[in-house]
């Protein structure tokens, strides 16, 4: 059997007709036969794709002969089965909704894994900001960061007022693959924070680079997947809402009502059919 890979990408980059591109870009994946989510707006693209590892060379090969995306950065990671149904190419007014007006002249500065691990390693004095959702930092997160109980990136709106003793300090931020933290960052910057770095390419490039070392658990991904490993040794920091076991296992909640979304291990999602314990 051939491998599943995803590759996700994104650039910030002025992208004029985007309705244009959106048109002959989905008709092209469609040909190509990968299957993924692709947002485009005025000011980028924002996307993760999934296929066999020739389709996913060819995506990746015929994206930056595009002149506006010749220095994008793929991030790759594996899939047991094709962990999106559909193609999607999506016009949206920001390419990841922020609502935060900020200019990305003023984002942190890149901070690469290698840098990050070794300034880990040396203990270096920083503090790691997760700017994702609270769901996401739930099931894995860099070790000791701070993470924002924030429900959708919209609400990062309010995490400078949460971390506003730490002005002055070396604050990292990171997130899946970056992109939230391009206006995270510039966001803290232009509130009054001195110090700020970004994750270049996030977890998914820290991941692949350093696998098993500062990151625990897993890392959360927007696809039917749910969660990746981030690892050959990777213990869970979660918990079975049932039985209580170490699991990393999302799943919602069967009852439409409800449709929580909860970590569940195998054999309760069965046992419970697929219902949270508010719900059996
Ligand atoms: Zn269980
Ligand atoms: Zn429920």
């Known amino acids: 059997m051939q491998k599943i890979l995803t590759s996700s990408f994104y650039k910030y980059v002025e992208i004029k007709e985007p309705e244009k591109f959106q048109t002959k870009h989905l008709a092209y994946c469609k040909r190509l036969g990968v299957k993924g989510k692709i947002h485009l707006a005025e000011e980028g693209i924002n996307g993760t794709i999934s296929g066999n590892e020739t389709q996913i060379d060819k995506y990746e090969k015929d994206l930056i002969k ?3 995306f010749k220095n994008i950065q ?20 920001e ?3 922020s609502g935060l007006d900020v200019n990305l002249k003023n984002k942190g500065k890149y ?15 920083l503090i790691l900001l997760d700017a994702r959702n609270d769901y996401e930092s739930f099931v894995g997160k860099f070790k000791n960061a701070i993470t924002p109980k924030i429900k959708t990136f919209k609400e990062f709106k309010k995490v400078p007022k949460l971390i506003s003793r730490f002005k002055n300090t070396k604050i990292v931020t990171y997130c899946t693959g970056g992109i939230r933290c391009e206006k995270a960052s510039a966001y803290l910057k232009e509130n009054g924070f001195k110090n700020i770095f970004q994750l270049e390419g996030g977890i998914l490039s820290y ?4 696998p098993d070392t500062y990151f625990e658990g897993l890392c959360f991904v927007f696809d039917d997947r749910l969660t990746i490993p981030t690892g050959s040794n990777v213990k869970e920091i979660t918990y ?4 209580k076991t170490p699991s990393g296992r999302y799943i919602n909640c069967k009852n439409i009502s409800c449709d929580e979304m909860f970590i569940c291990c195998e054999k309760c999602d069965l046992n419970f059919k697929h219902k949270c314990r508010d719900c059996i």
Do not use: G, W, Y
Request: glycine share 0%; charged share 40%; with cysteine.
């Open 207 to 210: 991941i692949n680079q350093f």
């Open 111 to 125: 901070i690469t894994p290698k840098e990050l691990k070794k300034a880990l390693d040396k203990k270096e004095d």
């Open 66 to 68: 595009n002149k506006l």
């Open 74 to 93: 793929f991030k790759r990671t594996l899939a047991d089965k094709l962990p999106f149904r559909k193609t999607i190419v999506r016009l949206r007014k």
């Open 240 to 243: 079975c809402m049932h039985c």
């Open 95 to 97: 390419i990841v909704s």
